[in-house]
């Protein structure tokens, strides 16, 4: 079994910076895509950034030039960082990646439990 977990959510003020680390626990033979999603109250999962096993990267519309993602970090995996914060950033942020763990199978899905972040203006 494979857990993802957040950390690094918080409050802020707009303007401010942020930066939220996943970890990765369980047996990983290998890690492929993975990526930033977030949930604000009453609204659908969305897309925040994703960067591939390439290194490619794509974000969001809203967060470009603001957001970074990044990765090849091995107790901490993908990390986003937020600047320039504003209030609709707010939402629980959630980590994804597609983790491969045996050699005898295709990666599968999995998701982090979330962490929130509060943006005040």
């Known amino acids: 079994q494979v857990q993802l977990v957040e950390s690094g959510g918080g409050l802020v003020q707009a303007g401010g910076s942020l930066g939220l680390s996943c970890a990765a626990s369980g047996r990983i033979i290998s890690i492929n895509t993975m990526g930033w999603y977030r949930q604000a109250p009453g609204t659908q999962r969305e897309l925040v950034a994703v960067?591939?096993?390439?290194?490619?990267?794509n974000y969001a519309d809203a967060v470009k030039g603001r957001f970074t993602i990044s990765r090849d970090n091995a107790k901490n995996p993908v990390y986003l960082q937020m600047n320039s914060l504003k209030p609709e950033d707010t939402a629980v942020y959630y980590c994804?990646?597609?983790?491969?763990?045996?050699?005898?199978?295709?990666?599968?899905?999995?998701w982090g439990q979330g962490t929130q972040v509060t943006v005040s203006s």
């Open positions: 994804n990646a597609a983790v491969r763990t045996s050699w005898a199978a295709r990666p599968s899905d999995y």
């Open positions: 960067i591939t096993s390439g290194r490619t990267t």
